[in-house]
């Protein structure tokens, strides 16, 4: 069992940062696939980013590809994701999920969510 919990997010301008933490417990965080999603108003869940048990590969989404960063500290079973430049359309519930198998797209475990709001 893996228990998530994002913090970390807020009401932020446009062009403004944030950087959104995932807690993990309950399992060996170091062996795990970690990404992050978000849900926006209205709108299907979207992957925004992963990262692989060690960090040293890293994946996004085209529509923050520059902007986002996934990291990890296995030291402090924590993921993290900073969002530069945000835009109004980045408007959502940012969610952190597990992966025991490191399947991509194969994700066990989810937070509750935390909201992110940027205004224009």
């Known amino acids: 069992q893996v228990q998530l919990v994002e913090s970390g997010g807020g009401l932020v301008q446009a062009g403004g940062s944030l950087r959104l933490s995932c807690a993990a417990s309950?399992?060996?965080?170091?062996?795990?696939?970690m990404a992050w999603f978000r849900q926006a108003p209205g709108k299907a869940r979207e992957f925004v980013g992963r990262?692989?048990?060690?960090?040293?590969?890293?994946y996004y989404a085209d529509s923050v590809k520059g902007r986002f960063t996934v990291s990890r500290d296995n030291a402090k079973n924590t993921v993290y994701l900073q969002m530069n430049s945000l835009k109004p359309e980045d408007t959502g519930v940012y969610y952190c999920?597990?992966?025991?198998?490191?399947?991509?797209?194969?994700?066990?475990?989810w937070g509750q969510g935390t909201q992110v709001t940027v205004s224009s």
């Open positions: 309950g399992r060996t965080f170091s062996t795990l696939l």
């Open positions: 999920a597990a992966s025991l198998s490191g399947i991509v797209g194969v994700y066990d475990y």
């Open positions: 990262i692989s048990w060690n960090g040293l590969i890293t």
